[in-house]
Each structure stands twice: as structure tokens, then as C-alpha cells.
């Protein structure tokens, strides 16, 4: 670890977290550059334009006011213009045989059905007690497991558990909804009620870029385009003489003395000529799920009941007793999440069962989420044993719950680790994202104003 300006930091991924990373150590004169194997930039901040030349987001869509203290922060200081968004939710299974919304009484008895079933019933009864019990437990220390444990444990009915809170927890972490039931119990909880997700009113209020995710994506680069290399993936680094030799696939070679891996947690390990032990079992408990989304504008992969579409729409297929195991598929409104006030509906849809009518498809892209395990959680409380170790620095969403504050959060921590130099605000509100990588204390006097 040195603060010396004239050091040499190659930054690998061009995410939130990277950009973040890049962002502070440009404020502070240090001499980097960004390695992005993609011909574009960004990361899942990934807006298309539609025909009619409406800027759609497809990946990063929203924030909250509430745990998002170090991305507000950043947009207030990079100057990026933001709206209010939607978060409400709605869920559909067995391709429309049982839909609700969460919005309000007649959203969720919206299908008149559901006034005679004793699923919806035997569902709100659970709702209820989770949201009281479920803090109470994570106070108390009794919450231990995974989320399918907690939930066996305190007998929680199969409606519950496949209605609303396994379509809830995919929809949210982008996770096939079996696995949810590996989650840490505790992390779970701590989540949902840090996010206000346990209340029924008083929910915290969600944002959205102006003009899709491309727009803080450009003024966060505004002032170190020249050094970032697009389309050009790192594919090994090797010692030199004490440094770090990067190499690319296109066949540059580069010495570094510094390097921040900003790309997804499961890659970095193929990157590293020799990991080490310690490495190897901190990094190699990272793993992702790959997801597939649609932009289009195909109505069949809504709820068939329109009153009932809402921002996100889960779409599940169920057994007798579980959600059957899939990968998720959900869907978002992007004209009630982005204010689009048009005639033209677009939709969002992550791994649907058919894909979207070819002639009302736009685009199709593909992603990877990390999966939030008992092993990625106890791996990120040991990254600190590696983090900066001979000057090679691990930093992502993954390293958190996944979502841009965590990503933000984690690439200026590092900065400021390599820069000794604190980012240009207090962060007052605690901010949820985790990063195992302490940050300057916001006492200290080597701040760049």
C-alpha cells in the first residue's frame, strides 16, 4: 500500500465499483487506468434506446433514499439528475391462475378469487407475523440458519413461503428462487428491515436517474475518458520484478504497481497467474447465477390482470408445496419506474419461461448475479485477510449485498486505502452496504475538498 502519486493502477471492470474507484483516485492525481472487456462501459448501468429513441434502463434501475448514503453522495457531487420512482411489486403464478399487488386492500384481493381462498388468508396471517417477529429474532440472536431453516423452525406455512416471501427475496437479488432458501437467515432479515421492507407504511422513497443510468455513467467519466480501454479484457496478471504484469487479450502487456480487481467476485481467481491458498478459498466462495433479460414489449409476460401491473411482476410457477425450481423470471414496468408518460409500453423481463415475441423484442442481455450463500457471506468477512496484500485490491457489489451502494462503497474504499485520502463527504446515515476494508476515518485532515 503507498500513496505515492507517481504509482501506476490498473483498475479491472468499469462497474459502479470501478468507476467509483477511478473517480476518486482521478480527484486525488493518481496514475491509472481501466480495463473493461466489453465495447461499452457501465457495467449493469446499461441504457438502450428504443425505436422511438426512449432511453431504457435494463440493469441498474433505482436507489432509496434511506441506504444508499455513499451513491447519493456521489451523484450530489458529480451532479447527476434524479426523479422519484415506483417500487411496487406484484406477483403472478402459474401463468395467471393466482396474481396479486401489494399496493393497496383491492390490489391484493384484485382477483376476486383470492376473497375465497384460504392460501391469501393463511399468506397475509404469516406476513404479519414475519414482519413483527422477524427483527425480534435478529435482535435477539435467534434468527441463526439459513432462511429455509428460520422459516421450518418457526412454521411458517407454505403460502407464505411461496406467495410472497421466496417470489419477494428472487425478484429482489436476481436469485433462482430455490436457492433463497439458502440465504443467511440473519443477512436476510437485517436486509429487509434496513431497506423498510418489513413495514407496511412509511416505506422509503426510491429514485431514478434522469434520462437512464448513461447519464451518471457520463459525468462520472467526464474527466478520465482518455483511460479507459474498451473492448480489451485483462486476461492474466503476473509478477515482474516486484510489480504486476497485465496482459490483455488483444496482447498488451502493461506494468503496474497497483491493482484493483472491480469485476465480479468468481473472476478474479482466473485472472491471478498464481493465486495463492488464501486467495483461492477467500475468492473461490463466490459464485453467480447467469440471467438473461429482455427488453420488449410484450404484454403476455405481465399479470394477465392489467389493474394489477405494477413496477416489478414476479412471474412463478409453483408445485403443491414449493416454487419450483427455475430461475427467476420477473418483469419490470419500465414506464412506471422511469416516469415514461407514453403510449408505448416497455418491459423488462429476466429469464421469462417463453421468450418475448420476436417482433416486439428490442434487445436481449445477458447478466450475472452473485448468490448470497452462507460461504459467500463468511468469505467476505476474511477478504480483509487479503485485501491489499502485495498491492492487489478486491472490491465489487459482491462484496456487499450486491446493489450499487455496495459497489460505490466498495471502490472508494479502496481509493481512499490507496490514496490515503478521505472521499469529499461524511457519510452521517449508515449505510448497509458491507465492505470488509476500513474506510479513512471522517476525521481526518487529508481530505481533498
Known amino acids: 500500500m503507498s500513496n505515492f502519486k507517481n504509482q501506476k493502477i490498473a483498475i479491472i471492470g468499469s462497474g459502479i465499483t470501478g468507476l467509483a474507484c477511478a473517480w476518486h483516485l482521478n480527484r486525488c492525481g493518481f496514475d491509472f487506468r481501466i480495463f473493461e472487456k466489453n465495447a461499452r462501459i457501465g457495467g449493469h448501468s446499461n441504457t438502450v434506446d428504443t425505436p422511438s429513441k426512449t432511453p431504457v434502463d435494463t440493469g441498474f434501475i433505482v436507489y432509496n433514499e434511506w441506504t444508499y448514503p455513499n451513491l447519493i453522495n ?53 406476513l404479519l407475523r414475519f414482519y413483527k417477529q422477524a427483527p425480534i429474532d435478529l435482535e435477539q440472536g435467534s434468527a441463526s440458519g439459513s432462511l429455509g431453516e428460520y422459516l421450518k423452525k418457526n412454521n411458517y406455512k407454505d403460502a407464505f413461503i411461496r406467495d410472497h416471501l421466496i417470489p419477494m427475496g428472487s425478484a429482489i437479488w436476481s436469485m433462482p428462487p430455490n436457492q433463497m432458501m439458502g440465504f443467511p437467515a440473519q443477512s436476510f432479515i437485517r436486509f429487509c428491515q434496513n431497506h423498510g421492507l418489513l413495514l407496511l407504511t412509511d416505506r422509503p422513497e426510491w429514485r431514478t436517474v434522469t434520462g437512464g443510468s448513461r447519464e451518471y455513467v457520463r459525468k462520472i467519466t467526464k474527466e478520465f475518458k482518455n483511460k479507459i480501454v474498451i473492448n480489451d479484457a485483462a486476461i492474466q496478471i503476473g509478477r515482474d520484478k516486484g510489480k504486476w504484469k497485465l496482459t490483455t487479450k488483444s496482447g498488451e502487456v502493461e506494468i503496474f504497481d497497483q491493482i484493483v480487481f472491480a469485476c465480479h467476485g468468481d473472476q478474479i481467481l482466473d485472472l491471478i497467474e498464481t493465486p495463492t491458498d ?89 447478466y450475472e448475479h452473485p448468490i448470497f450463500d452462507q460461504d459467500a457471506m463468511d468469505a467476505q468477512k476474511e477478504l480483509n485477510t487479503i485485501q491489499g496484500v502485495d498491492n492487489l485490491w478486491y472490491c465489487g457489489a459482491w462484496c456487499g449485498y450486491g446493489f450499487h451502494e455496495d459497489g460505490a462503497t466498495a471502490g472508494l474504499t479502496v481509493a481512499e486505502q490507496i490514496t490515503h485520502i478521505q472521499r469529499p463527504w461524511n457519510v452521517d446515515e449508515k449505510s448497509t452496504a458491507k465492505m470488509n476494508c476500513t474506510a479513512l476515518n471522517y476525521k481526518a485532515k487529508n481530505k481533498v475538498a
Open 278 to 366: 488464501l486467495q483461492t478459498s477467500v475468492l473461490g466462495a463466490f459464485k453467480y447465477s447467469k440471467n438473461t433479460a429482455y427488453l420488449h414489449q410484450d404484454e403476455s409476460l405481465m399479470p394477465k390482470i392489467k389493474k394489477l401491473w405494477s413496477s416489478w411482476n414476479y412471474m412463478g410457477l409453483t408445485n403443491k408445496h414449493s416454487v419450483i425450481d427455475t430461475p427467476v423470471f420477473v418483469t419490470y414496468w419500465m414506464n412506471r419506474l422511469q416516469n415514461y408518460m407514453i403510449e408505448e409500453d416497455y418491459f423488462v423481463s429476466l429469464n421469462p419461461f417463453k421468450k418475448p415475441a420476436l417482433d416486439k423484442t428490442i434487445r436481449e442481455i445477458n
Open 74 to 126: 456521489l451523484f450530489e457531487t458529480i451532479d447527476v439528475d434524479t426523479e422519484a420512482s415506483d417500487m411496487s411489486f406484484a406477483i403472478s403464478m402459474d401463468k395467471g391462475n393466482f396474481e396479486y399487488a401489494g399496493d393497496d386492500f383491492w390490489t391484493l384481493f384484485g382477483q376476486k378469487r383470492n376473497f375465497f381462498r384460504p392460501r391469501m388468508y393463511s399468506m397475509i396471517k404469516d
